[in-house]
């Protein structure tokens, strides 16, 4: 999991003041909905003295310093620059990320869709002032304004990168090559490959079920593949109890999944276009391809947030403009592997036809991608609230693992 929601969701509705009952999860992390009050604090009125540091929740690839591979750096000139020690904590799921962001520890998170309304909703990041980030008007305008990072006109944080979550299967051993999600999805089309399906690792994953129900059975009314009420709820959950029996291996580490393909333990099912590229790019590997399938896909735009509680917030928004700078915006999607948000980071890749792999200014392709979001009671429509809250979400995914 986008921005251009591409379905252009309709507006959220207002968001409720109560916070929703957090419910322990998987990892024992907070799990609520997200339907609580919008946002903690005030934004910045001006950029002041730097601190002298930032400390930052980021995924793995996003902050880099040269100590991971000497070539990728995009944090020593910034530091060299803006006089702010960046500290940086990896976060390895979404769950893990707000849990850090709620001990107030830290300024700054790089949040995917299915964290940042919670954050937003527990009162754990603050509005950003967007004209105190110079770089955030080169940014691609279908990804300003989002719901998932927008609330009551206020943005909570400058877009990142996007991404979408692909089919990816083994050309030797899938075939005919699939065009649709109908493949992973547990029917007699999956039968063949039964034992070597994968599948993302997260609840989340729920409306990768829901997008495929909404192309294959209209009848259960789904729009918002993240706003499922009971029945279309139950209807995805049952796919994918229906799906588990063809799994071999759900994998939330894309590095697992490399290797489960590499060896051939998987054939087929859901990746990102950063793991197709490093399968072909290892003359090991068998052959495979990476799909946008007929109905299309979840996907993801990730978001920096500031925390409410910020202890370092004028190098905070020194930081966020920097990432979104066309040349260290280009560096890291580049080197993690999605689609940049500055529209200039185009030219300054060092694969000059980066952005058009990425489909980064191809919003025909984002049209039909469904970008992450936090499932919230509220449905969004005149259904009120009787759609499945994250916690919800949470639940029924421990139920189909089993």
């Not at 305008?141 to 083994?170: C, E, I, W």
Request: glycine share 10%; net charge negative.
């Amino acid at each position: 999991m986008k921005a251009n929601r591409w379905r252009c969701w309709s507006v959220l509705a207002v968001l409720t003041l109560a916070l929703a009952a957090l419910t322990a999860a998987g990892c024992g992390s907070d799990d609520d909905g997200g339907d609580g009050a919008s946002g903690g604090g005030d934004a910045l009125t001006k950029v002041g003295k730097a601190e002298g540091e930032v400390d930052l929740v980021a995924w793995a690839g996003y902050v880099e310093d040269g100590s991971t591979d000497p070539a990728v750096d995009w944090v020593s000139d910034f530091e060299k620059d803006t006089g702010c020690k960046v500290n940086v904590k990896v976060g390895n799921t979404s769950d893990e990320m707000v849990t850090l962001m709620r001990t107030g520890n830290y300024d700054g998170v790089s949040a995917s869709g299915d964290a940042t309304l919670r954050l937003i909703a527990g009162g754990d990041v603050a509005p950003v002032n967007t004209d105190l980030v110079p770089n955030y008007a080169d940014v691609f305008d279908s990804l300003k304004g989002q719901p998932h990072n927008t609330v009551d006109g206020k943005a909570y944080g400058v877009p990142h990168g996007r991404g979408a979550n692909l089919l990816m299967f083994n050309k030797d051993v899938v075939k005919p090559a699939p065009d649709s999600w109908s493949v992973v999805f547990g029917g007699p089309e999956s039968e063949p490959y039964k034992g070597k399906v994968t599948a993302y690792d997260n609840s989340i994953y729920i409306a990768d079920a829901a997008l495929y129900l909404r192309a294959t059975q209209p009848d259960l009314g789904i729009d918002n593949v993240y706003e499922l009420d009971d029945k279309q709820f139950q209807a995805a959950v049952d796919l994918l109890k229906q799906q588990r029996e063809a799994i071999g291996e759900y994998w939330s580490d894309y590095t697992k999944e490399q290797a489960a393909f590499t060896s051939g333990d998987s054939v087929v099912g859901t990746t990102w276009q950063v793991i197709a590229n490093l399968i072909e790019a290892d003359k090991k590997s068998p052959p495979i391809e990476a799909i946008l399938p007929k109905e299309g896909a979840t996907g993801w735009s990730d978001t920096w947030m500031i925390s409410s509680e910020a202890k370092h917030p004028n190098c905070m928004y020194r930081w966020m403009d920097h990432i979104i700078s066309p040349k260290a915006n280009a560096a890291v999607a580049e080197w993690f592997g999605e689609a940049p948000s500055n529209s200039k980071s185009c030219a300054e890749t060092a694969v000059k036809n980066h952005c058009e792999i990425f489909h980064a200014d191809d919003e025909a392709y984002f049209d039909k991608v469904e970008y992450w979001t936090t499932p919230r009671k509220e449905c969004g429509d005149d259904r009120g609230a009787t759609c499945k809250d994250y916690s919800e979400w949470v639940k029924a995914w421990t139920e189909i693992k089993g």
